[in-house]
């Protein structure tokens, strides 16, 4: 850091933090996430000026002879690392096994830091952190989604009481690459029918859609009352 920044100085460095923000941002704003556009510039700001702030002040003595405290500069910009784990905690949503904004509040840390190293005078450092993570978000995308990964959801059916031919199901989906198995039983409040409902599983890409075959061969065999994805991929 410049122990004596200028105004050009400082205008450099809180422009190029816009213009980091902005980039990265726009992949948040662009899949309506909630942190987006604006939100990214802001964060990254904070985090550039309370650098700056720290480098303005590298010049003023931290101790006299009859003080007894030490001014540490650096506990401001990590003041705004802290403050923004609050913001990112607030972007994550978990619901049973369903969690989504993983990737939103990584970006949100990401500019922070972004912001940081431009507020810090580390102009070279910073552009190479901003490609780098525009690559990820914006290359890196098609990667991750032709990744397989677990999914699961849960499907329920209505049969006859006593031994039915649902008792099969997990080893007639196994032939399409399911796996299956039963978590519960409970009458239908209507009739006296009961209710059966299963935990499927299986690997796929993002890019292989929804199960259709899945789908398709539940309702040709069988009474299905619902279906419900219980996890997707974390974003």
Request: glycine letters at 12%; one cysteine or more; aromatic letters at 6%.
């Amino acid at each position: 850091m410049s122990l004596h920044p200028t105004w050009q100085d400082i205008a450099v460095r809180l422009l190029l933090t816009m213009i980091a923000g902005a980039l990265i941002g726009f992949n948040r704003g662009a899949q309506g996430h909630s942190a987006g556009f604006r939100t990214t510039i802001l964060v990254g700001l904070a985090a550039a000026v309370a650098m700056i702030q720290a480098n303005v002040l590298l010049s003023v003595a931290g101790k006299t002879a009859d003080s007894f405290g030490v001014m540490d500069l650096m506990r401001l910009p990590l003041g705004i690392l802290t403050g923004v784990g609050f913001i990112g905690g607030g972007t994550i949503l978990k619901r049973g096994s369903l969690v989504t904004g993983v990737t939103t509040a990584a970006t949100l840390w990401a500019v922070t830091v972004i912001g940081l190293c431009f507020g810090g005078g580390q102009i070279g450092l910073g552009i190479a952190a901003t490609v780098l993570g525009f690559a990820t978000l914006w290359a890196l995308k098609w990667l991750d989604v032709r990744i397989p990964r677990e999914h699961i959801a849960t499907v329920v059916i209505e049969s006859n009481p006593g031994p039915t031919s649902t008792s099969d199901l997990p080893m007639a989906i196994a032939a399409l690459g399911f796996d299956g198995e039963i978590q519960r039983q409970a009458k239908s409040n209507e009739s006296e029918r009961v209710q059966l409902s299963f935990e499927i599983r299986w690997r796929r890409a993002v890019t292989a859609g929804p199960p259709l075959d899945l789908l398709k061969f539940l309702n040709e065999h069988y009474a299905v009352v619902s279906f419900a994805m219980t996890s997707q991929l974390l974003r």
